[in-house]
């Protein structure tokens, strides 16, 4: 850097202490400003401008989207649920509760679901007809309380809200259950025992949640006719609900009595929702998809700090002699760090607020890409997502570049001119440590939740320390190897090699350094590779195309072999018809089980309810036993759980459990517990047991298989063969999986870019750090008499040296972090893939050796002299 002109008094507010006073603010600022403009000028900036906005845009992209998704959330959170607080129970709900929100001037209006077999009413002919399962819902006359239903005439008319609910007599339905049943409106279809006609259809349910969380077309009728389907009899899986609606305060009170019933009263199969609890599922599916697109813009964070830390070394090495300048004409150390303090936090404010910029569009380009994931109408961002990508710029420049400027201010400037710095980096190394701390914060808060950005986070700072320490000690190994196999070496590879590695010693701190960031860019890289390809194909794998799609469930004993021969006859090879027995557990280890007595409410809902329990000698082939022994052929009593419900019940192998099973007592201590692939769609039970437990106990069959479109005709005969069958069609939801995933992944391409954008920064920062000492021992190899050749031999190893071991790090961090993001926070499992290790390693050598040669392309075609003057 060329120092500002301190010649005279008049022109510069620092030139001697002994002339004039310290400057002030004002003086500071203009002169911070000069600084600025000037480097700007020279180039010095543009690195550091680049790294800081992709990453504030990256950060900012997704900060938008899920401040957008969650605004949207609280706002329709009444629509979603129809109401403002549901009391809900798997039989009618208790009248008390219905007089007290009547007492409360609350409105009231209730509902039915539950699952059925509908029909087309046959013809004369008795010819068959298509049967589907629908998701029936009974609705009282104030149906919804909040937001709208809305109806049309016929597939292709324009919809509207919906004036009451369907006429007696009248059902509505959705398309898809038009299609399936080959009727229209105006045709008549079979409820249980009851005809009805259809009179419209539904095109919008809020409540219901978005279209990807139901497997069954909506079929929805007047609560006076539920009695007469006939399906609401003893045994009948029926939820009802009590929706209230009214003013806040009312609300809340109405909310608190319910509670008080509730809780207090231990009132059994009775649950309360409220508007924080409206479709988990959807919040669930969203949060995935946020998960995958926070991991990116995380990653592009990572390696902008990594760009940033990189420029600003080589920004401090060519303003050392400006510094030291001023040092000499009396600067003080307050002051020089106030003007590089003034200097960074106008460069972070620039480049945070272009960042934010950018990512707000950006963020409209993952809305469109997302597509019909997010079908509603969002309201306009918060501020906040502007404020934490401004912070975010702020922290990473502030964090990462002033440090290494932070020596420069506390020596002697005889020893800056020596550039001795002697004990003072300690200053830089303990503003680093703050700078990565807050760093790290800032990746928790941008991933919105602890374990993602901790693994990320974690994955950094472990990184850093392994991959340095690594790098020293293979530089230290391979200096003392090429020493003492000198001769040797020199016969076999040249002088490149030894005097290659040779020079990586020398320097030890700026290698490792620079080692150290190509490893932390390339596995960022390679681990954004592996989101693209291997993560989210292992999500692919878990519900692949083949995967059943088709359940039989209510199969009776007798119909057993009956049904298995059914499906063989019509292609379906060996369907396996598995038994499924109802019990509730009692009680662990002979204590009585409470509900109230776990914190969690998935725990409570589980131990309120009815297990599905079945029996077997053989381990099914989609799961994997995770601690204890498989029980295999005993009629010893034993158990077999599944790992996440002994999680959640704080369950483990030895302890017993007891099952109520119509009325009678099983008790087996739990021997294994296995972790099962719920997305493979196959049928599996949370608790199995030895034949010998289960198998006198009255019990149906349940099976699944995957069923191509053109046999649809076979699971219609079966039904009209066995009526007391019930199938269950879950083709759809995996086609709407697997457009979710296609929507995803186009939204993890497009953010990137952005990540691809910052993986170039940093591997050219990293190679450019050292750029001016390779030029000038390059210069010094051809001014004592080196040839071109073994000069260029000199580059080559030294940048095959430092790719291949970058590259080696590089993969096996991203191969240990994928792991980790695969197993806890994406839920699936990542087997260890040998090919990325030599994949890092070759993009590693790739990318030095295309870096170096970039960089040093014109030393060996320049006079040796130019190049020691401008080195």
């Known amino acids: 850097m060329n120092p500002p002109n301190l010649s005279s008094p008049s022109s510069n507010p620092v030139s001697s202490r002994s002339t004039r006073a310290a400057p002030g603010w004002g003086d500071l600022v203009r002169l911070a400003a000069r600084m600025t403009a000037r480097d700007w000028r020279a180039g010095e900036l543009t690195m550091l401008l680049l790294a800081l906005v992709l990453a504030v845009a990256a950060l900012a992209s997704v900060g938008f989207l899920a401040d957008r998704l969650q605004r949207g959330l609280e706002r329709d959170a009444r629509r979603m649920i129809a109401a403002d607080f549901i009391v809900r129970a798997d039989h009618p709900v208790d009248p008390a509760f219905a007089r007290e929100a009547q007492a409360l001037k609350l409105q009231t209006a209730n509902t039915a679901i539950f699952p059925s077999m509908v029909s087309a009413a046959g013809d004369a002919d008795g010819a068959q007809t298509p049967t589907r399962l629908a998701a029936v819902k009974s609705v009282s006359a104030a149906y919804p309380l909040r937001g709208a239903l809305r109806i049309s005439s016929g597939p292709g008319a324009p919809d509207h ?50 279209s990807f969380v139901n497997f069954s077309p909506r079929l929805m009728l007047n609560e006076a006719d539920l009695a007469s389907t006939g399906l609401t009899g003893y045994g009948s899986r029926v939820t009802y609900r009590l929706l209230v609606a009214g003013a806040d305060p009312a609300v809340a009170q109405f909310a608190q009595f319910a509670h008080a019933r509730v809780d207090g009263g231990k009132m059994r199969g009775v649950g309360l929702e409220s508007l924080q609890d409206g479709q988990p599922q959807v919040r669930q599916t969203l949060d995935r998809a946020r998960h995958f697109l926070t991991l990116v813009s995380l990653l592009t964070a990572l390696l902008a700090a990594v760009a940033i830390a990189m420029a600003a070394h080589r920004y401090t090495r060519r303003h050392l002699d400006g510094c030291a300048a001023m040092r000499c004409l009396g600067a003080s150390q307050r002051t020089l760090r106030t003007l590089f303090v003034l200097e960074f936090a106008g460069l972070g404010l620039v480049g945070g607020a272009i960042g934010v910029a950018l990512g707000y569009a950006g963020h409209l380009a993952l809305l469109a890409w997302l597509g019909t994931l997010i079908d509603v109408a969002l309201p306009y961002p918060g501020p906040l997502p502007a404020l934490e990508g401004v912070a975010a710029g702020l922290v990473l420049l502030l964090g990462f570049a002033l440090p290494p400027l932070l ?57 850093l320390l392994v991959f340095a320490g690594l790098a020293r000690l293979a530089l230290w190994g391979a200096a003392r190897l090429a020493r003492s196999q000198r001769n040797g070496l020199e016969a076999r590879a040249g002088v490149g090699w030894r005097y290659a590695l040779a020079s990586l010693e020398r320097r030890p701190g700026a290698s490792a350094l620079q080692i150290t960031s190509l490893a932390i860019g390339l596995m960022c890289l390679l681990l954004i590779a592996m989101t693209r390809n291997d993560l989210i194909e292992g999500w692919r794998k878990s519900t692949p195309p083949d995967a059943p799609n088709e359940f039989l469930i209510d199969i009776q004993p007798d119909q057993r072999d009956a049904v298995a021969a059914w499906l063989s006859q019509h292609g379906i090879a060996s369907p396996d018809l598995a038994p499924m027995v109802r019990g509730r ?17 998935d725990a409570r809902r589980l131990v309120d309810r009815e297990f599905n329990l079945s029996y077997t000698t053989q381990l099914p082939d989609d799961n994997r036993i995770e601690a204890g022994q498989w029980y295999g052929e005993t009629s010893t009593p034993q158990l077999s759980i599944e790992q996440g419900l002994a999680k ?46 289960l198998h006198d106990f009255p019990a149906t069959f349940i099976t699944s298989f995957h069923l191509p479109d053109a046999q649809r005709n076979v699971v219609d005969g079966l039904v009209a063969k066995y009526p007391n069958v019930t199938a269950i069609d879950v083709g759809p939801i995996l086609a709407q999986i697997q457009r ?6 186009g939204a993890v391409q497009f953010l990137f870019i952005f990540t691809l954008a910052a993986g170039v920064l940093v591997l050219y920062a990293a190679l450019a750090g050292t750029r001016d000492e390779r030029m000038r021992e390059s210069a010094l190899l051809r001014a004592l008499g080196a040839s071109h050749r073994q000069v260029r031999s000199v580059q080559i190893a030294e940048f095959v040296a430092v790719g291949a071991l970058a590259g080696l790090m590089a993969a096996l961090g991203a191969q240990a972090v994928g792991y980790v993001l695969a197993t806890r926070v994406f839920d699936f499992y990542l087997a260890f893939d040998p090919w990325l290790v030599p994949a890092g390693i070759a993009a590693g050598v790739v990318c030095a050796g295309v870096g170096g040669w970039v960089s040093l392309r014109h030393v060996l075609a320049r006079p040796a002299l130019q190049s020691l003057r401008d080195a």
């Open 407 to 463: 020596p420069l201010t506390r020596v002697p400037p005889v020893r800056v001119l020596r550039r001795e710095w002697g004990e003072e980096s300690r200053t830089a190394w303990a503003a680093y440590a703050v700078g990565i701390a807050l760093f790290a914060g800032l990746l928790v808060i941008a991933a919105g939740e602890l374990k993602l950005g901790g693994i990320v986070a974690g994955g950094f700072a472990l990184g």
């Open 740 to 745: 979710v995933l296609e929507q995803v992944i």
């Open 585 to 601: 557990l009692i009680s662990i280890n002979g204590k009585p089980v409470d509900p109230e007595q776990y914190k969690s409410e």
């Open 648 to 693: 959640i019940l704080n369950v483990k192998p030895g302890d017993v459990l007891t099952f109520d099973v119509t009325g009678l007592e099983v008790t087996a201590p739990v021997t294994s517990l296995r972790k099962l692939d719920w997305g493979s769609f196959k049928v599996n039970f949370f608790v199995l047991m030895p034949p010998a437990l």
């Open 161 to 210: 809200a919906a004036q009451g609910i369907p006429p007696s007599g009248t059902v509505w339905v959705d398309d898809q259950l038009l299609d399936a049943l080959k009727v229209h409106v105006g045709s008549q279809v079979r409820v249980g025992t009851r005809t009805f006609t259809i009179g419209a259809l539904i095109t919008r349910e809020l409540d219901r949640g978005f």
